[in-house]
């Protein structure tokens, strides 16, 4: 549950730090007051778009943080775990909004993205709204709502998700049966392209090993000129190198004394001596073995060409030509195999209808017997509010087309007869809008006994409510707050006496600074506050005793 909520430059909150009890907590003010501050803030904090005029004037940036006690929350502390963010049984969420409109999100400290704290959000607190009003004129609320009152928001899931599947498999299987005549077409090239490329068999590796032996044979001449004439240098003329070096030994094995610093010259003339004439022995042998092989230049040019023609006809690299030859035979084997693939893709289209239709048989079973029971509660929260003789149905229509579709066999809509004996019509051409007020928060507060989300926010939902009707609200969110925790922003004095925690949100002005505050009130504020709700700023002694009458009555139902 959310146990605190600091706001700090927000609108025209400067700073506002709230806790938060299990129950039902009300939140009242004047019209302007900005009440609307503190559930703007929760909504941004459930990931809530967010722009510069969130930030209050003259600072540089609006910051939101919320706290939440999540050791009753498996399904949160699991999804804070796959994410290596869980921080044994709290939670901090935390939004900051710059000056320039940038926004900045973090879970537990860590910095993370918006769809993270909509992810995490959708476990911890869920906002109705009056603007859902509108929204339950729309049929895809009717099948959402239908679902989660079933519990089978997940089922409706992998419905959607089996649809996918199988539109996915049949797209494919239409493709493959309307372009039988060009795949026919594609067939033929791709035999002559593979048939070309089988006769060519060009290997991996061949294509470097022949431009290397190309590049030795067509310098063969070269190759053999200057090895003869390295030859004659080293060994094999008289005035070659080793020729030299033996004239340069004799000179000094002349010499009329022996000196002993002479020594290692000659020995090194002796081993260049050697040296030479085993590099002529060398260059003689590699001469002798040596073949120019004209006729085999021949024959590695025409091979390099052949290649290089190939590559440019199907438009690839020489070196890419193997990889190709291997996509085109690939290819040709799948359309070669057409017929069979298209069986089997038949096959594979058919199995998975058959694992939709599993699913939305369930799928229907479950809707259909959670409808009834979605009406009776219904129908049972409406004369509570005042309205027994409307008849609430939802209807499920089965459609017409055997195909599957994304949301099961049915559509689903919410009718209500306004009086007895008329047939049940669409919400939207029967209810007006006070009745829709009343059916709407009906439809809430049933649902959101079978809801998981332990923090439910009512933003306004009893507007268009009065008299003896708003007491019955009021019991009904207070008995949904026994539970769990409730949020309520109300205009109403018989629900706020109802509350097991009231918040009053004023508005202050100074010089050209305007300002919110909200704070906490105790048992006599509370009376007061009652009281202006139900008489104005002029409280009188006659207002405040129906207050106070009217807050211990509040008080008492429930004890």
């Given amino acids: 549950m959310l146990t605190q909520l600091t706001v700090s430059n927000y609108a025209i909150a400067e700073k506002v730090e709230l806790q938060f009890r299990n129950g039902m907590t009300t939140l009242t003010g004047e019209t302007g007051a900005g009440k609307s501050i503190v559930l703007d803030a929760l ?16 600072a540089k940036r609006a910051d939101i943080t919320a706290s939440f006690d999540i050791t009753g929350i498996p399904a949160a502390a699991e999804w804070l775990e796959e994410r290596d963010l869980d921080a044994d049984g709290e939670c901090l969420m935390r939004r900051v909004i710059s000056r320039e409109g940038r926004s900045r999100a973090y879970i537990n400290g860590q910095p993370c993205p918006l769809s993270h704290l909509r992810g995490l959000g959708s476990h911890l607190m869920d906002i109705h709204s009056q603007h859902q009003h509108q929204s339950l004129l729309q049929k895809e609320t009717h099948r959402t709502l239908l679902d989660d009152f079933a ?3 997940d089922l409706a899931e992998s419905t959607r ?3 996918k599947t199988w539109h996915a498999s049949r797209q494919k299987l239409d493709d493959l049966t309307h372009n039988r005549d060009d795949n026919e077409a594609r067939r033929q090239l791709l035999r002559y392209q593979v048939d070309e490329l089988d006769q060519l068999a060009l290997s991996a590796s061949e294509l470097t090993e022949l431009e290397a032996e190309h590049t030795r044979l067509s310098h063969a001449e070269s190759v ?3 090895s003869h004439q390295a030859l004659l240098l080293a060994s094999d003329d008289d005035t070659s190198a080793a020729s030299l070096a033996s004239q340069a030994l004799q000179q000094l094995e002349q010499l009329p004394v022996a000196l002993p610093e002479l020594d290692e010259t000659l020995q090194m003339l002796s081993e260049a001596q050697i040296q030479l004439n085993e590099a ?8 002798d073995q040596y073949d120019a092989d004209p006729q085999r230049l021949a024959e590695v040019e025409e091979r390099l060409s052949t290649i290089y023609d190939l590559s440019r006809k199907h438009r690839v690299t020489p070196e890419q030509l193997p990889e190709h030859h291997e996509s085109l035979r690939s290819e040709l084997e799948e359309l070669e195999g057409g017929d069979g693939n298209l069986e089997a893709l038949a096959a594979e289209t058919e199995r998975l209808a058959d694992e939709w239709q599993a699913r939305a048989d369930e799928l229907s079973e479950r809707r259909q017997n959670a409808a009834m029971a979605l009406d009776e509660k219904i129908a049972s929260e409406l004369a509570e509010l005042s309205m027994p003789a409307v008849q609430f149905v939802t209807h499920l229509a089965r459609r017409d087309h055997p195909a599957p579709s994304p949301n099961g066999h049915e559509d689903i809509e919410f009718l209500i007869s306004a009086n007895p004996g008329q047939p049940a019509r669409s919400l939207a051409k029967v209810a007006s809008g006070g009745e829709l007020s009343r059916i709407s928060l009906a439809i809430q507060v049933v649902v959101a006994q079978t809801s998981t989300i332990p923090t439910l926010v009512f933003d306004e939902v009893d507007v268009g409510i009065g008299g003896g009707t708003a007491e019955v609200v009021g019991r009904l969110l207070r008995q949904l707050g026994s539970g769990g925790q409730i949020l309520c922003v109300t205009h109403l004095p018989q629900v706020a006496a109802q509350a097991h925690q009231h918040l009053f949100v004023s508005k202050f002005s100074e010089k050209d600074s305007t300002w919110s505050q909200v704070e906490t009130l105790d048992k006599d504020d509370r009376i007061k506050e009652v009281a202006r709700m139900l008489g104005g700023m002029e409280l009188t002694d006659q207002t405040m005793a129906h207050a106070q009458e009217m807050f211990q009555k509040g008080q008492a139902l429930h004890h």
């Fill in 151 to 153: 519990g089978a928001r």
């Fill in 43 to 58: 909504s941004l904090i459930l990931g809530g778009r967010a722009d510069a005029s969130a930030v209050r004037h003259g």
């Fill in 280 to 287: 002529g022995s060398n260059l003689r042998h590699f001469l």
């Fill in 161 to 163: 998700t089996a649809y």
């Fill in 224 to 226: 053999m000129h200057q």
